[in-house]
């Protein structure tokens, strides 16, 4: 599997999460699921309180920030696994873009309609 190179990642990297976040929003609520649930899929993630992810999000913190100081990634989270964007969560070699995949992955279930305790590897 091709790994992306230097410039995509800085590129990625850059995004700026409080973009990102109303985008989940907006797809888990297209297929009836909630902003408390996106929330609590990324709390579980990144060990964020709800007050600590709301802060990110008003900060404008970037993606590589917002992972490097999450309080405690979940050990769970290596569970993770499947495609996002034709590529396989498990195979990605990047630490901070494997974590950005593992949260699209979670959202992504979150959106196809899982429960809430399969999402959170329960």
Request: hydrophobic share 35%; with cysteine.
């Amino acid at each position: 599997m091709k790994q992306p190179d230097a410039k995509t990642l800085q590129r990625v990297y850059a995004y700026r999460f409080a973009s990102i976040y109303p985008m989940y929003i907006a797809k888990a609520e297209k297929k009836d699921r909630t902003k408390s649930e996106v929330d609590e899929t990324i709390r579980w993630l990144t060990g964020y309180s709800q007050k600590q992810l709301e802060s990110q999000i008003k900060k404008e913190v970037d993606l590589e920030t917002f992972f490097a100081e999450a309080p405690k990634m979940n050990p769970a989270r290596s569970l993770i696994t499947g495609v996002v964007c034709g590529v396989r969560v498990e195979d990605i070699k990047e630490p901070t873009m494997r974590e950005i995949r593992y949260m699209d992955k979670l959202i992504d279930e979150l959106a196809k309609g899982k429960v809430m305790e399969k999402i959170l590897r329960k």
